[in-house]
């Protein structure tokens, strides 16, 4: 298994050109959640010409669909990526789950790129989900573990507007 190492992912997807928004787990993190998460999750530009750039970053760090049997045929391009919304795959940067429309988002990258905050890490500029998109998707996926992320968003959320 590859040693979990966003940056390193989302810097492949720049360096691609891709346009994303980090949702899920690094999000959380990104904006000073303690909860730990040992995978990627962003929300992509289902766009044509950012699925060929897509497709591209992810054969660049050896994408595989995760869980799927070794002997299951995917070609991994943009006509693929078109025809399904979500996807998980196992790469050289670990676990890394693709959602075009994620629940709760309210139309997927568009809606999510227009609140977004834009985040420095390193030398990397990403574009992370506002603090309220990420609690309305954690609201929406309704698992156990969101629900306690959801408390934790909440907090961070109260704190930053001084309540």
């Known amino acids: 298994m590859a040693r979990f190492d966003p940056i390193r992912g989302l810097r492949v997807l720049d360096e691609h050109g891709v346009r994303y928004v ?36 992810l054969r660049t760090i050896n994408a595989e ?6 002997d299951v045929p995917f070609i991994l391009d ?12 196992s790469t050289d940067v670990g676990p890394l789950d693709l959602l075009g429309t994620p629940p ?11 609140n977004a905050e834009t985040i420095k890490l ?3 500029t990403v574009r992370v989900a506002s603090l309220p998109d990420l609690m309305a998707m954690k609201r929406a996926s309704g698992r156990p573990q969101d629900r306690v992320e959801l408390e934790i968003l909440g907090a961070l959320a109260d704190e930053i507007s001084g309540t």
Do not use: K, M, W
């Not at 787990?25 to 950012?50: E, F, K, M, W």
């Not at 669909?65 to 070794?70: K, T, Y």
């Open 65 to 70: 669909l995760r869980g799927a049997p070794p």
């Open 22 to 57: 980090v949702i899920g787990g690094v999000a959380g993190a990104i904006h000073g959640s303690p909860s730990i998460t040992q995978d990627l999750d962003i929300c992509y530009d289902r766009r044509p010409d950012n699925l060929e750039r897509l497709a591209e970053a």
């Open 122 to 124: 390193d030398d990397l």
């Open 78 to 89: 943009a006509r693929t990526l078109q025809r399904g919304d979500f996807f998980t795959f």
């Open 104 to 114: 709760g988002s309210s139309g997927g990258y568009d809606a999510l790129a227009r």
